[in-house]
């Protein structure tokens, strides 16, 4: 393992095990989990054991496998295709991870820089939406239309989700003031991760006529997995869609060259899972990030006239 990961492996063993204190000790514990996996693919685990151990995996009680482990540390991997309980279990004890899909009713909170659910680590599960479908039998109709009317949707009223990472200097409570008349917002409080925020969020973002997710590059910044963290905003617009939110936008962060250069295979992979997602996303053209949100607020509104008409 590199630094990093080591250093995670070992506060996860410690999360573990405090979250099971109260069980019998298992003879195992787990060394890594996917924070996020889209359904129906293949999770990696990663168990260590002090001697020889056998070690069942079960979904909802559905039996997944099972693995003997020696002494040291092993690698298991086997799909994982609905949400639930996960349990691995030895004859001395056991470990848990919520497994929570976009239309799960399980509130999802963060704690120690990690999510939970039901008092246990959480694994978000979103859909795979790669490539987006694209129906060209509407295309004809929208050019034809565009001539007479004016297309876009008419939006009297935007909530905007941000964390206070991307923006220290925003009112902390949407109370405060809306800034251009129609817009709101909620500040997330960051723990340790951004996308981790905007999950434990979700839930409990008031629904508008749209809805605007604002990404920074903090994540990004302090070494997040790009894949995972897709997965994880994948999963968040996915829950804002089954709590209500139709019309989705997303704000890419305002990058540098430099961050333009290093987050390349990011910034795509983004454009794929916000179309696959039906979501709007909006990248403002500058160079650095803004002075201040009330100037990032008038341009992202700026970019979202490009797309709905405000009254």
Not at 133 to 148: A, N
Request: charged share 25%.
């Amino acid at each position: 393992m590199t630094g990093r990961a080591t250093v995670a492996a070992i506060a996860l063993c410690v999360l573990l095990r405090g979250a099971a204190a109260s069980d019998p000790a298992p003879l195992f514990e787990i060394g890594y989990f996917p924070p996020a996996i889209y359904r129906g693919d293949t999770a990696v685990f990663v168990l260590e054991a002090q001697k020889e151990t056998e070690v069942h995996a079960l979904l909802n009680g559905t039996a997944l496998g099972r693995i003997v482990l020696g002494p040291g540390e092993e690698p298991w991997t086997f799909p994982i295709a609905e949400p639930g309980r996960l349990v691995f279990r030895s004859e001395h004890g056991e470990r848990a991870f919520a497994v929570v899909a976009p239309e799960s009713d399980t509130a999802v909170t963060e704690q120690d820089g990690y999510l939970h659910a039901d008092g246990v680590p959480a694994i978000l599960l979103p859909c795979q939406r790669h490539p987006p479908r694209h129906d060209r039998r509407w295309e004809t109709w929208r050019l034809l239309t565009r001539r007479f009317r004016d297309p876009r949707p008419v939006v009297g009223h935007v909530r905007v989700a941000l964390s206070d990472l991307a923006f220290p200097d925003a009112p902390a409570s949407d109370e405060s003031g809306t800034g251009s008349a129609g817009w709101v917002w909620t500040v997330a409080k960051t723990d340790a991760s951004e996308m981790n925020a905007f999950a434990a969020q979700a839930d409990r973002v008031p629904k508008s006529d749209a809805t605007l997710l604002a990404l920074s590059a903090a994540d990004l910044d302090r070494g997040a997995e790009w894949e995972r963290h897709r997965m994880k905003l994948e999963w968040c617009v996915q829950r804002l869609r089954f709590r209500g939110h139709h019309r989705l936008f997303v704000a890419a962060p305002v990058l540098t060259p430099e961050q333009r250069r290093r987050y390349a295979d990011w910034s795509s992979g983004l454009r794929t899972a916000a179309a696959g997602n039906q979501v709007v996303l909006l990248v403002l053209p500058f160079d650095k990030p803004f002075d201040s949100f009330e100037g990032w607020l008038a341009a992202a509104r700026k970019a979202m006239a490009r797309h709905v008409r405000f009254p």
